[in-house]
């Protein structure tokens, strides 16, 4: 487990590549709270890939069999943390957009369309000057 990379996943590549065709841009692993897995700051957006392993996914998540207990408490703390950074990230005005795994693979455009139009969202709430 110690080799899973933490950064630049598959799912995670997919999106990026999406996005960036759609001449959205980002930055990626950006050193906020609960450091999101994309960011555009400038509208106020954060978006996190939850892998349907790591954060629980009831449909897809297969714990080991082995350390039951460990892998429990592991993956409850990961989605209690998750609950606690959405809510930091709203609370302060920020648009949060949480993909599981496979949301993404199922349906990337769907995923894209949502980053796009939040973006969008985001630019007209803001005031002009």
Known sequence: ??????????????????????????RKNVKLIGTPDLAIKTRR??????SCFW?????HCRRPKSNI????????????????????YRRRGWT?????????????DGCVRRVVHATRQHSRLRPQH
């Open 45 to 50: 957006l954060v978006v996190f890939v939850d």
């Open 96 to 108: 949060v957009l949480r993909f599981w795994e496979h949301v993404l693979r199922q349906d990337l």
């Open 69 to 88: 207990l460990f892998w429990k408490s592991k993956i409850e703390r990961n989605r209690r943390r998750d609950v606690r950074v959405t809510r930091y």
């Open 1 to 26: 487990m110690s080799r899973v990379g933490q950064r630049d996943t598959d799912i995670e590549l997919l999106l990026r590549q999406a996005l960036w065709r759609r001449g959205l841009r980002y």
């Open 55 to 59: 954060h629980g996914c009831r449909f």
